[in-house]
T-cell receptor
Framework: GAVVSQHPSWVICKSGTSVKIECRSLDFQATTMFWYRQFPKQSLMLMATSNEGSKATYEQGVEKDKFLINHASLTLSTLTVTSAHPEDSSFYIC???????????FGPGTRLTVT | DAKTTQPTSMDCAEGRAANLPCNHSTISGNEYVYWYRQIHSQGPQYIIHGLKNNETNEMASLIITEDRKSSTLILPHATLRDTAVYYCIVRAGRGYQKVTFGIGTKLQVIP
């Protein structure tokens, strides 16, 4: 199946700093990518839809100025957590649908810890 | 997307078949049943999907009732590596649509 990667796999940052997480589709192009957040012992919650060449679409309750999304190319979307706070500590996961199938492929996730 | 109902948790003995049920009584005609699983601290993994007919692949089998209001995911010979949270999701078949996750079923495979 298609492969989606994320970088970094884990990151620790200080409160008030910004962190960038990359999501790449390695062997297919993705005009759309999705960003999810998962807190411990909870399910994945969709944060936003990343669209290549246009603005991201955010789910209700997600601050677009805090979680900046840039879909720079057909294989790369980035999520920047700005002015991170301890409550932003979470597992961030991206996914991308393959144009040749009806399936979505998920990245391995990025563990963010804000101290 | 139609709502799904799954048991919160299940246990299965290693080597036995694991049967994971899912109710989706409000499914509409153009919606597929998808199953994903998430092993601890990893991203979700696609397992299988179907519309009406039963489906089988190298990982699992999917049995959908004739009225399509419920389905069962079958792992024929569960191993310890199958311990994970299994999500049943109902949505239209186009991959570019977002996936909405419920709570899922925590499957514990016991030695």
């Amino acid at each position: 199946g298609a492969v989606v990667s994320q970088h970094p796999s884990w990151v620790i940052c200080k409160s008030g700093t910004s962190v960038k997480i990359e999501c790449r589709s390695l062997d297919f192009q993705a005009t759309t990518m999705f960003w999810y957040r998962q807190f411990p012992k909870q399910s994945l919650m969709l944060m936003a839809t990343s669209n290549e060449g246009s603005k991201a679409t955010y789910e209700q309750g997600v601050e677009k100025d805090k979680f900046l999304i840039n879909h720079a190319s057909l294989t790369l979307s980035t999520l920047t957590v700005t002015s991170a706070h301890p409550e932003d500590s979470s597992f961030y996961i991206c996914s991308a649908p393959s144009g040749t199938s009806s399936e979505q492929y998920f990245g391995p996730g990025t563990r963010l810890t804000v101290t | 997307d139609a709502k799904t109902t799954q048991p919160t948790s299940m246990d299965c003995a290693e080597g036995r078949a694991a049967n994971l049920p899912c109710n989706h009584s409000t499914i509409s005609g153009n919606e597929y049943v998808y199953w994903y699983r998430q092993i601890h601290s990893q991203g979700p993994q696609y397992i299988i999907h179907g519309l009406k007919n039963n489906e089988t692949n190298e990982m699992a089998s999917l049995i959908i009732t004739e009225d399509r209001k419920s389905s069962t995911l079958i792992l024929p010979h569960a191993t310890l590596r199958d311990t994970a949270v299994y999500y049943c999701i109902v949505r239209a078949g186009r991959g570019y649509q977002k996936v909405t996750f419920g709570i899922g079923t925590k499957l514990q495979v016991i030695p």
